[in-house]
C-alpha cells in the first residue's frame, strides 16, 4: 500500500519536473551513474538531431565519442568527483563549431546538464571586441585630438572619467592614466579668463542631457604654451536607461592662427582696395578739373555720376569686408543702397519697402547686385518714383524651387511716380544689370 502511495507521489513528482523541464526553454538532459541517458528534453532533443528513443539509456560517451579527452568531459567528471554543481561555456562536442554554456549539477545520482548555444553571442561578442580595438587604435593614433568618456551624474561633480584615449598626453601634457585618475587636472590647465563660462556651460548641457561645444586656451603642461582647443560633447543613452557622456577634444591652434592671418590679410587687401578707389577718385576729379579750363554743366554731371558709382562699388566693397570676403547679405546690400533714401521713421514715410529672405550671396554677385541697385535708384530719383513726393520703390526677392533647384528673382516696382517714356538709346545702368548681373 506504501510502496503503491509512493510510486504515486514519484509518478505525480516526475509529471511536474518534465513540465517544468521541458518549459524553461534551456536544452536539458540527465545521466545516471553510468553515464547513461535518463531524460532529454524536446529542446536538446532538437539541437543533437537524434530522436530521445535513440538516446535514452545509451552512454553519452558511446553515443558522442568525439568527447574522449576534451575539456566538456574532464568538467563532468570534476562535478561527479566533487559533488558541486559547476556553470562554464565550452566547445559543443557532436556539433562542430557551436558554442555552449552549460550548468551541471549532481541529481539522481548522476548529472543533470542544462545548456544553451551561445555561438552568436560570442560572436557579436567578438565582433565588438574587434570594432573597440579598431576604434581604439583609431582613437589612441589621432594627430590632433583625443576622445574621452564620462558617465552622468545628476551631481555634476561625481561623474567619472571612464575613458580617455592616449594622445591626451600629445595634447595636454599630462597622460591618460593620469588624467583618468584625476580629470581636475586637465580643467587647472585651462586659462582661468575661460573656466567659469565654459563650467556654466557645461553643467546646464549635462541638467538638459543635451550636446554642447566650447573653445578655450589651455596650458601645455610638457612645454608651457597656451594653444587653443575645442571639446564636443554629447550624450548617449545606453541599453539599461543610463547614460554617458562622449567627447572629442579638439587642438585647434592652428586653424586659429590661420584665421589670424587671413584676417590680416583681407583687411590689408581692404586697405589697399580702398586706396585704389581713392587714387581713381582723386584721379577723376583732376581729370574732369583740368586747370586752365571751363567745366561745363555736361562734365560735371558726368563727373557727379561717376564718383555716385565709385561710391556705390566702395560701398559694396564695405559690406563683403565685414564678411571677411566670405560673401554678404542681400538684406544688408539692398539696405545700404537705400540709405541715402530712407526717412528717418519710415513708419511715417514708408517711400522705401524691402522684402524678401535673408540670403547670402558670394562676392562676385554682391557687387553686381550693389552696383545694379546703385544704377536703379538713381534712376528712380532721376525720372521715377524718388523724384516724387509720393512716389514709392518696393523691392522684392521670392525664392522658388523647381527641381530641386533654387532660383532667386528680384523685382523692383515703383508707384506714384512719373509717367516714363521708354528710353531712346540703352544707357550704362541697362548694360550693366542686362550684361554684367546676368552674367554674374
Same mark, same amino acid.
Given at each position: 500500500?506504501?510502496?503503491?502511495?509512493?510510486?504515486?507521489?514519484?509518478?505525480?513528482?516526475?509529471?511536474?519536473?518534465? /513540465?517544468?523541464?521541458?518549459?524553461?526553454?534551456?536544452?536539458?538532459?540527465?545521466?545516471?551513474?553510468?553515464?547513461?541517458?535518463?531524460?532529454?528534453? #524536446?529542446?536538446?532533443?532538437?539541437?543533437?538531431?537524434?530522436?530521445?528513443?535513440?538516446?535514452?539509456?545509451?552512454?553519452?560517451?558511446? @553515443?558522442?565519442?568525439?568527447?574522449?579527452?576534451?575539456?566538456?568531459?574532464?568538467?563532468?567528471?570534476?562535478?561527479?568527483?566533487?559533488?558541486? %554543481?559547476?556553470?562554464?561555456?565550452?566547445?559543443? !562536442?557532436?556539433?562542430?563549431?557551436?558554442?555552449?554554456?552549460?550548468? /551541471?549539477?549532481?541529481?539522481?545520482?548522476?548529472?543533470?546538464?542544462?545548456?544553451?548555444?551561445?555561438?552568436?553571442? #560570442? +560572436?557579436?561578442?567578438?565582433?565588438?571586441?574587434?570594432?573597440?580595438?579598431?576604434?581604439?587604435?583609431?582613437?589612441?593614433?589621432?594627430?590632433? $585630438?583625443?576622445?574621452?568618456?564620462?558617465?552622468?551624474?545628476?551631481?555634476?561633480?561625481?561623474?567619472?572619467?571612464?575613458?580617455?584615449?592616449?594622445? $591626451?598626453?600629445?595634447?595636454?601634457?599630462?597622460?591618460?592614466?593620469?588624467?583618468?585618475?584625476?580629470?581636475?587636472?586637465?580643467?587647472?590647465?585651462?586659462?582661468?579668463?575661460? #573656466?567659469?563660462?565654459?563650467?556654466?556651460?557645461?553643467?546646464?548641457?549635462?541638467?538638459?542631457?543635451?550636446?554642447?561645444?566650447?573653445?578655450?586656451?589651455?596650458?601645455?603642461?610638457? &612645454?608651457?604654451?597656451?594653444?587653443?582647443?575645442?571639446?564636443?560633447?554629447?550624450?548617449? #543613452?545606453?541599453?539599461?536607461?543610463?547614460?554617458?557622456?562622449?567627447?572629442?577634444?579638439?587642438? /585647434?591652434?592652428?586653424?586659429? +592662427?590661420?584665421?589670424?592671418?587671413?584676417?590680416?590679410?583681407?583687411?590689408?587687401?581692404?586697405?589697399? !582696395?580702398?586706396?585704389?578707389?581713392? &587714387?581713381?577718385?582723386?584721379?577723376?576729379?583732376?581729370?574732369?578739373?583740368?586747370?586752365?579750363?571751363?567745366?561745363?554743366?555736361?562734365?560735371?554731371?558726368?563727373?557727379?555720376?561717376?564718383?555716385?558709382?565709385?561710391?556705390?562699388?566702395?560701398?559694396?566693397?564695405?559690406?563683403?569686408?565685414?564678411?571677411?570676403?566670405?560673401?554678404?547679405?542681400?538684406?544688408?546690400?539692398?539696405?545700404?543702397?537705400?540709405?541715402?533714401?530712407? $526717412?528717418?521713421?519710415?513708419?511715417? $514715410?514708408?517711400?522705401?519697402?524691402?522684402?524678401?529672405?535673408?540670403?547670402?550671396?558670394?562676392?562676385?554677385?554682391?557687387?553686381?547686385?550693389?552696383?545694379? @541697385?546703385?544704377? @536703379?535708384?538713381?534712376?528712380?530719383?532721376?525720372?521715377?518714383? @524718388?523724384?516724387?513726393?509720393?512716389?514709392? /520703390?518696393?523691392?522684392?526677392? %521670392?525664392?522658388? +524651387?523647381?527641381?530641386?533647384?533654387?532660383?532667386?528673382?528680384?523685382?523692383?516696382?515703383?508707384?506714384?511716380?512719373?509717367? !516714363? %517714356?521708354?528710353?531712346?538709346?540703352?544707357?550704362?545702368?541697362? +548694360?550693366?544689370?542686362?550684361?554684367?548681373?546676368?552674367?554674374?
Amino acid at each position: 500500500m506504501q510502496a503503491a502511495f509512493n510510486r504515486a507521489v514519484d509518478s505525480k513528482v516526475n509529471t511536474q519536473l518534465s /513540465v517544468i523541464v521541458e518549459g524553461i526553454g534551456d536544452a536539458f538532459y540527465a545521466l545516471d551513474g553510468n553515464w547513461r541517458f535518463t531524460y532529454i528534453n #524536446r529542446a536538446a532533443e532538437a539541437y543533437f538531431g537524434i530522436s530521445r528513443e535513440m538516446m535514452l539509456h545509451h552512454q553519452i560517451w558511446d @553515443l558522442f565519442p568525439g568527447a574522449e579527452g576534451t575539456a566538456l568531459r574532464r568538467r563532468y567528471e570534476e562535478v561527479v568527483a566533487s559533488g558541486e %554543481p559547476a556553470s562554464f561555456e565550452s566547445e559543443a !562536442v557532436g556539433v562542430p563549431g557551436r558554442y555552449l554554456e552549460f550548468h /551541471v549539477f549532481p541529481y539522481e545520482g548522476g548529472l543533470g546538464v542544462s545548456f544553451r548555444d551561445w555561438t552568436e553571442r #560570442r +560572436r557579436a561578442e567578438e565582433e565588438l571586441r574587434e570594432s573597440e580595438a579598431r576604434l581604439s587604435s583609431l582613437a589612441n593614433n589621432a594627430l590632433a $585630438c583625443m576622445f574621452y568618456q564620462t558617465s552622468h551624474s545628476s551631481d555634476f561633480r561625481e561623474r567619472k572619467v571612464l575613458y580617455v584615449s592616449k594622445t $591626451c598626453e600629445r595634447l595636454t601634457g599630462i597622460p591618460a592614466e593620469v588624467v583618468q585618475a584625476d580629470p581636475g587636472l586637465l580643467y587647472n590647465l585651462v586659462l582661468p579668463e575661460y #573656466r567659469e563660462e565654459m563650467l556654466a556651460r557645461e553643467i546646464e548641457a549635462q541638467h538638459a542631457l543635451r550636446a554642447f561645444q566650447s573653445e578655450f586656451e589651455m596650458w601645455h603642461a610638457q &612645454t608651457g604654451e597656451a594653444r587653443w582647443h575645442r571639446i564636443i560633447v554629447t550624450p548617449r #543613452r545606453l541599453e539599461n536607461g543610463a547614460h554617458v557622456w562622449d567627447g572629442i577634444q579638439i587642438d /585647434v591652434t592652428d586653424h586659429k +592662427r590661420a584665421e589670424v592671418h587671413l584676417r590680416l590679410l583681407v583687411n590689408e587687401l581692404n586697405h589697399r !582696395v580702398k586706396n585704389t578707389l581713392a &587714387t581713381v577718385q582723386s584721379l577723376t576729379a583732376q581729370s574732369f578739373n583740368r586747370p586752365g579750363s571751363r567745366r561745363s554743366e555736361e562734365a560735371a554731371n558726368a563727373y557727379r555720376t561717376f564718383e555716385a558709382r565709385l561710391f556705390a562699388l566702395a560701398r559694396g566693397h564695405d559690406v563683403l569686408t565685414r564678411e571677411n570676403w566670405e560673401g554678404a547679405s542681400l538684406a544688408d546690400i539692398v539696405a545700404q543702397t537705400f540709405a541715402p533714401y530712407r $526717412c528717418e521713421d519710415p513708419e511715417e $514715410c514708408p517711400r522705401i519697402q524691402i522684402d524678401g529672405p535673408d540670403l547670402r550671396v558670394p562676392p562676385p554677385v554682391a557687387l553686381s547686385l550693389s552696383m545694379a @541697385l546703385h544704377e @536703379l535708384s538713381t534712376n528712380a530719383l532721376k525720372y521715377g518714383a @524718388l523724384g516724387s513726393s509720393g512716389g514709392q /520703390v518696393r523691392v522684392s526677392w %521670392p525664392v522658388a +524651387r523647381k527641381d530641386q533647384a533654387t532660383r532667386l528673382s528680384m523685382r523692383w516696382e515703383e508707384h506714384g511716380g512719373p509717367t !516714363v %517714356p521708354p528710353p531712346s538709346r540703352k544707357g550704362f545702368g541697362s +548694360r550693366l544689370i542686362q550684361q554684367g548681373l546676368a552674367g554674374s
